[in-house]
């Protein structure tokens, strides 16, 4: 019978797989740089696209705007 766990995020999925028998999905770039755990299976593909959440404060920064300028024009 099969266990099922629910956890908040990458870190929580990442802390879950290292501290029990559990299998899940992590970002390959996550996952592969952890010598504790193996990969069972090829990455599944994903659409390219990039979610990017900005709080409402900081969504007029310079900075920001900076960031979400070239990452648009970069795809």
Known sequence: ??????VQG???MLT???KST???LLPCFVGDR????RRI???I????RLWLLIHADLRRSARVRALLDFVVQSS
């Open 41 to 43: 299976a090829e990455p």
């Open 45 to 48: 593909e994903t659409k390219d």
């Open 22 to 24: 559990a299998q899940g």
């Open 1 to 6: 019978e099969k266990e099922i766990m629910q």
């Open 34 to 37: 952890d010598a504790g755990l």
């Open 10 to 12: 990458v870190a929580g």
């Open 16 to 18: 879950a797989l290292k």
